[in-house]
């Protein structure tokens, strides 16, 4: 990662500047704690999810998809225990008027933004998202936008087991919106009011519990290291000490952001909390029966929780970079390369077209059809060549591919890659599969 007091602002600056995030509602002043993707944003937001996806559910024959709703049945929140205790200690101070989760002060007794002594005692504040369902706005209509995607996988464990014929063990995942009322929304979209999670609840017999927690820390590690590139530097495991009286085990996989290490995944044995409160809550059984043995099982739960919003601000502040590189500016050599690392399989664009000249915009714009049925495509004809590598630097392209007036006897391309910035002449016939080796697809 970049050594540079600034990074946040950089980033946040990149990401508005190159329509990756930007504020949600800006021209009303914005909304503290929630966030709009742009182009390139929501590319890349629906790449980091398609791999999760992709390692965690299409690939394995033990892992079904959900995809529920946002409101759910009030009581989902009253078993899951997050009405009653699902709330952080906050204190407001009196002069400045800010409030603070205490959890996060270093002094609770000083308020961190003016100095005042004059705070007032800590309280307790819910943070699930309330509305009304139906036309009556009163107590016996009030629902709550989910907290977290998990709860209805637990609600819906019997329907997905059933139609989906398994067995345990066996997972059930999804991705969706998560939204918590946050005291304090920080640090670009890591701490936001309206997030997205992608979570895998693994059920199986309780006596395998350890066993697939252990399992599956070794998943998710190694999906970082393998499919995001994070390197042994970038991360770092945080064993539990204090866990919740249900849990038999807990990790969270941080790493590290501009304002330091935070937690970026969390991976839980959960014991059979979950199922036994939605037994209990709903009067339905929700163990499992064992036709092999005529045994009668509660499963244990084994969870993998991350934020996808904080997956990506991981990646993006891992990528960016700045470097230094040749330059036709007047009177400069070298200029600073504003470059994103980013892993070729989330890059919001894999492969820029572009033609050296307008003149072969025809058989380039050909080519970049052809290219976009595969990848993450865009085409570029406007200014000099350098700027437009630069500009494909500044949102992580991993590959240019430019066409000249030998192209047309050769029937080969140049390809730029990004890091090393190296070019090498490729056969179009043969450019398919090299840039799908490159990209690793
Ligand atoms: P934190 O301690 O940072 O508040 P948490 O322990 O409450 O997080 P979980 O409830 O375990 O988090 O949620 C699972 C994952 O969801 C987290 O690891 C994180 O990636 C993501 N997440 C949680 N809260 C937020 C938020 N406010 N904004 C963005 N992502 C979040």
């Known amino acids: 990662m970049s050594n540079d007091n600034n990074l946040m602002e950089k980033i946040v600056s990149l990401c508005k500047r190159r329509g990756f995030i930007f504020p949600s509602s800006e021209i009303y002043g914005g909304i503290n704690g929630f966030w709009d993707y742009g182009p390139y944003g929501s590319r890349m937001k629906r790449a980091i999810e398609a791999l999760w996806w992709h390692e965690m559910v299409e690939t394995r024959d033990n892992v079904e998809g959900l995809d529920s709703t946002i409101i759910c049945h009030p009581q989902v929140w009253k078993a899951s225990g997050h009405l009653d205790q699902f709330s952080d200690l906050m204190t407001d101070c009196r002069d400045c008027k800010n409030r603070f989760r205490v959890d996060q002060m270093e002094d609770p007794t000083t308020c961190p933004n003016c100095g005042s002594k004059n705070m007032t005692e800590p309280r307790e504040f819910n943070l699930m998202m309330k509305t009304f369902v139906g036309p ?205 690392h980013l892993p070729a399989l989330v890059a919001p664009v894999q492969v820029a077209v572009l033609p050296l000249s307008k003149k072969l915009s025809e058989s380039a714009g050909n080519l970049y059809a052809d290219l976009n049925r595969h990848f993450r495509c865009e085409f570029d004809v406007t200014g000099s060549i350098g700027k437009r590598y630069r500009r494909q630097d500044e949102i992580g392209t991993p590959y240019c591919v430019t066409l000249d007036f030998d192209t047309e006897n050769d029937k080969a391309v140049t390809v730029r890659e990004r890091d090393s910035m190296a070019q090498e002449r490729i056969g179009i016939d043969n450019l398919r599969n090299y840039l799908e080796d490159a990209i690793g697809i």
Request: hydrophobic share 40%; net charge negative.
């Open 136 to 340: 009556v706005f009163d107590d016996e209509h009030t629902a709550y936008l989910r907290a977290e995607t998990c709860q209805p996988i637990f609600v819906d464990f019997h329907s997905v087991r059933i139609a989906a014929r398994q067995k345990l063990p066996f997972g059930i995942a999804q991705v969706g919106k998560a939204f918590r009322n946050e005291i304090n929304p920080r640090n670009f979209t890591f701490r936001s009011r309206e997030f997205t999670q992608m979570e895998m609840e693994f059920f199986c017999d309780d006596a395998e519990g350890m066993e697939w927690f252990e399992y599956w820390k070794t998943q998710r590690v190694n999906f970082y290291k393998n499919k995001l590139g994070f390197t042994e530097d970038c991360y770092r495991i945080y064993e539990h000490e204090k866990l919740a009286h249900y849990a038999k085990a807990a990790i969270d996989i941080e790493v590290q952001f501009p304002f330091g290490w935070g937690e970026l995944e969390g991976i839980h044995h959960r014991g059979t909390w979950d199922l036994s409160r939605h037994s209990e809550f709903s009067g339905e059984d929700l163990q499992y029966m064992d036709h092999d043995n005529g045994r009668k099982v509660m499963p244990t739960v084994i969870e993998t929780s991350v934020g996808l919003d904080r997956m990506f601000l991981a990646i993006l502040s891992h990528a960016y970079d700045e470097d230094t590189a040749a330059t036709a500016k007047e009177g400069m050599e070298e200029d600073v390369r504003v470059v994103l």
